[in-house]
C-alpha cells in the first residue's frame, strides 16, 4: 500500500506478479487461437477443399475412392482428373436408403453385355474403357466420366479439381456441379437439388 502525497489515502495497487501473470496468459491464448486457425484455415475445412496426393500418384485410366468425402477421383486417359459424387441424384433424394454407385468389377459377367450395349452412349472421355459406375438398388449406370447410359436423366454430380502449387490434386467439395443427360446433349446444366 501507499500513501498518495497530500490526501492521507492509501492506494492499494496490485502485486507485480499479477500483472505479469495476466499478461502472459494473454499471450498464450493469442498464439494458441493463432495456431489454431492456422492449422483449421490449412486443413482446407473452412473452404471444403480436399488435399490428396501428388497428380503424378495417379495414373491416366484410373479411378480412386475418397471415401472420407465419398467421391471418386478419375484420371481420364488423356491425362485430365474428374471428382465424381459417389452417390446419384435419385439416391441423394431418398434419405431413407441411399445406394452408392460403385465401379463395377471387371470380372462381373454383366460388364461384356454393359459395354456392348452402351458404346453408342458413352462420353468421348470414355470411349474404349472397360469402367462403368453402377447402383445396384435402381440398376442406374454411368460412363467413366460420370454421364447416364442406362437412359436420359441425372449425371453423377462433379466437383471442380484443380493441382496446386506443390503438384497436389485439389478437390473443391464446397462446389458441386450438376448435369443432365437429354436428347440434346450429354452434359446439360441444372440446377444442385
Known amino acids: 500500500m501507499t500513501r498518495v502525497p497530500g490526501e492521507g489515502v492509501e492506494n492499494a495497487r496490485p502485486p507485480v506478479f499479477l500483472g505479469c501473470f495476466t499478461a502472459v496468459a ?3 491464448l493469442v498464439f494458441g487461437l493463432g495456431a489454431f486457425l492456422i492449422v483449421f484455415l490449412e486443413s ?4 471444403g477443399k480436399v488435399r490428396l496426393e501428388d497428380a503424378e500418384a495417379y495414373a491416366p485410366g484410373t479411378v480412386d475412392f475418397v471415401g472420407e468425402e465419398n467421391l471418386y477421383l478419375v484420371r481420364l486417359p488423356g491425362g485430365d482428373f474428374l471428382a465424381l459424387s459417389d452417390l446419384d441424384a435419385t439416391n441423394r433424394a431418398r434419405p431413407e436408403r441411399r445406394c452408392r454407385v460403385a ?3 471387371v470380372t462381373d459377367s454383366r460388364l461384356p453385355d454393359i459395354l456392348e450395349r452402351y458404346a453408342g452412349r458413352m462420353s468421348a472421355a470414355a470411349t474404349g474403357t ?3 459406375f ?3 438398388c435402381d440398376g442406374a449406370t454411368y460412363d467413366l466420366t460420370g454421364l447416364r447410359l442406362d437412359a436420359e436423366g441425372r ?3 462433379r466437383y471442380p479439381v484443380s493441382i496446386d502449387t506443390a503438384g497436389h490434386v485439389v478437390v473443391d467439395t464446397s462446389k458441386r456441379e450438376c448435369t443432365e443427360r ?3 446433349g450429354q452434359y446439360i446444366g441444372v440446377k444442385c437439388q
Do not use: C, I, S, W
Open 182 to 184: 437429354r436428347e440434346t
Open 103 to 105: 465401379p463395377l468389377p
Open 26 to 28: 494473454f499471450l498464450v
Open 134 to 136: 453402377r447402383e445396384e
Open 44 to 47: 482446407g475445412a473452412d473452404t
Open 155 to 157: 449425371n453423377l454430380d
Open 130 to 132: 472397360t469402367l462403368v
